[in-house]
């Protein structure tokens, strides 16, 4: 599985941005996919999770409703709709995808990562 993260850029502090992340392979629509984020000097941490069918989803704490994930399995994308994004919201964001099963907010639980897309936002 190949995954190709993009959508991140240079947004003002309550904006939106809405990240996408491609997937290759045949095996997409039977796999948890999440969204990590890593800021410079910080760990990384889980910001969302969705099942294979979509049904059942969870957010990191700080989410606070601003962010909603999404995924269309006919085109093997993942969504990640970013809203009244704060300075602390700037990270590299990545996708990733682990084997059929429950969402983790472990990022070793999961198999196989995009390459990240930078978001920053300015105050």
């Known amino acids: 599985v190949q995954l190709q993260a993009s959508g991140g850029g240079l947004v003002q502090a309550g904006g939106s941005l809405r990240l996408s992340c491609v997937a290759s392979?045949?095996?997409?629509?039977?796999?948890?996919m999440g969204w990590f984020r890593q800021a410079p000097g910080k760990e990384r941490e889980f910001v969302a999770g969705?099942?294979?069918?979509?049904?059942?989803?969870d957010y990191g704490e700080f989410v606070k409703g601003r962010f909603t994930i999404s995924r269309d399995n006919d085109k093997s994308t993942v969504y990640l709709q970013m809203n009244s994004l704060n300075p602390e919201d700037t990270a590299v964001y990545y996708c990733?995808?682990?084997?059929?099963?429950?969402?983790?907010?472990?990022?070793?639980?999961?198999?196989?990562w995009g390459q990240g897309t930078q978001v920053t936002v300015s105050s």
């Open positions: 990733a995808a682990r084997t059929p099963g429950g969402i983790e907010v472990r990022g070793y639980e999961y198999n196989y």
């Open positions: 392979g045949r095996t997409f629509s039977r796999r948890v």
């Open positions: 969705i099942s294979w069918s979509g049904g059942k989803i």
